[in-house]
């Protein structure tokens, strides 16, 4: 199965932030502030005749010890990488609070910012850049070639295996598409999203078992991402492991992916495991919450039409016939019910 929402699959990028850097970037804000205060007050209480000094030295330490805890499962090239390139600013922050002047703590982020503008422009090859732009304008014969070029140039860029992978799989090139996928896991064996690409040709190919491990590694991982819990869930469902693919479905529901159609699927999954376990009260919560991404519908029945055949394709299309009639279903109910709701004032008069 293809990325079953989407067609041609969009690949998850190593760029994109996943749900801890989001809960990050809202934490931080507070936490940073609350933090310098308390360091404040420390170095006050040790060191009050050299305070700018001291909480300068303080913050960049503390910088630093952060930017290693947040970098711990990197490998360690990019670590160093990271280190080098955040070295102007922490120079900058350390000597401006020390003097207090404002042009040393300007400079230092400024070069720092530099750096990294240099350092993606050389780290991202352009024929990669211009082969996932033709890619996702449906034009794959082209970026097929260039993620080539990309390949010969490149052949430790990890990244451009994954999107060929992803290329072969539009076609419906499932031998070349997993041998891609897999060179890419080889290039980067801690690569989730490389993980998820083997994962979606392994189901396009219905062999579930093989998903389910390489699912496995990718929650493993990167335990944040909600849909490569949704593709776990989705393997366990297709082996009948209904307990499994309950925990995992729920999972992807709580980490809200916030992309309609997979809300949707991921919805409709979880219920139908639910039923099979005959947890009809659950089941019936599940069947409520799903009515709301029923706008997600429609996108689903056009994008399946664009999808190339694979032995996985006839099982999506009956469960994708099976979610409509459901949604029609539950239409028509709360059509019933809300005429039965208008005729119920005219019936009380008549029997007053």
């Given at each position: 199965m293809k990325n079953q929402p989407n067609s041609p699959p969009k690949p998850i990028s190593p760029h994109s932030l996943n749900q801890k850097e989001l809960r990050a970037s809202t934490l931080l804000p507070?936490?940073?502030?609350?933090?310098?205060?308390?360091?404040?007050?420390?170095?006050w209480l040790i060191a009050p005749d050299d305070f700018n000094t001291g909480l300068a030295i303080a913050i960049s330490l503390s910088l630093l010890l952060f930017l290693l805890y947040w970098t711990r499962r990197e490998p360690a090239r990019q670590r160093v990488i990271a280190l080098a390139l955040a070295v102007p600013a922490l120079v900058g922050l350390s000597v401006g609070m020390s003097n207090g002047r404002i042009t040393p703590i300007l400079l230092g982020f400024g070069l720092t910012g530099l750096l990294l503008v240099l350092h993606r422009a050389v780290s991202i090859p352009i024929s990669y850049r211009f082969a996932t732009r033709r890619y996702q304008d449906g034009d794959l014969v082209t970026a097929l070639a260039l993620v080539e070029k990309t390949i010969d140039a490149r052949p430790d860029f990890w990244e451009a295996y994954q999107l060929q992978a992803l290329i072969f799989l539009a076609q419906g090139d499932l031998p070349r598409a997993e041998r891609a996928a897999k060179e890419a896991i080889t290039t980067n064996p801690q690569s989730d999203a490389a993980a998820n690409t083997l994962g979606q040709i392994y189901l396009a190919q219905s062999q579930f078992e093989a998903a389910r491990q390489v699912y496995i590694q990718?929650?493993?991982q990167n335990p944040d991402h909600a849909l490569h819990w949704y593709h776990l869930g989705l393997c366990q469902y297709r082996l009948?492991?209904?307990?499994?693919?309950?925990?995992s479905l729920a999972g992807a529901t709580k980490r809200a992916p916030h992309i309609l159609e997979y809300e949707l699927w991921m919805h409709y999954y979880l219920w139908r495991c639910l039923k099979e376990l005959g947890r009809e009260t659950q089941a019936a919560e599940v069947h409520a919450q799903m009515q709301k991404f029923v706008e997600g519908l429609p996108y689903l029945q056009a994008q399946l039409e664009q999808q190339p055949e694979t032995p996985h394709l006839p099982l999506v299309r009956a469960d994708l016939d099976d979610l409509a009639q459901e949604l029609i279903r539950e239409e028509h109910q709360e059509v019933r019910s809300s005429k039965m709701g208008e005729k119920s004032p005219a019936t009380n008069k008549e029997k007053e």
């Open positions: 507070v936490v940073i502030p609350v933090g310098i205060v308390l360091l404040g007050l420390v170095v990718a929650v493993t009948g492991e209904w307990a499994e693919a309950i925990d």
